[in-house]
């Protein structure tokens, strides 16, 4: 069965979030930390703040569509939830 996740890093150096969706987050970080990703190229190193596991692709692409609308202020209150942050 595969799992859909969406995920948040977090660039210390840019100080800039980076919301995606995959189907292995833990490998997704390490191509953003390689320099493998266009946006994320030379502004890490990326560090994760937030996955999140999701029934099915569709909804978790709606998801990552919700969270790359959001401000700063929405994303920093989440991460104070830590309901849904996958270790």
Do not use: C
Request: aromatic fraction near 14%; hydrophobic fraction near 30%.
């Amino acid at each position: 069965m595969t799992h859909h996740y969406v995920y948040i890093i977090y660039s210390t150096s840019h100080d800039v979030y980076y919301k995606g969706y995959s189907t292995d987050y833990i490998m997704r970080l390490d191509q953003h930390n390689q320099g493998k990703t266009t946006y994320t190229k030379n502004k890490g190193p990326w560090k994760l703040v937030y996955a999140e596991k999701l029934n099915s692709k569709k909804e978790a692409l709606i998801k990552e569509k919700m969270l790359k609308r959001q401000h700063r202020q929405y994303l920093l209150w989440l991460f104070k939830q830590k309901t849904n942050l996958i270790k």
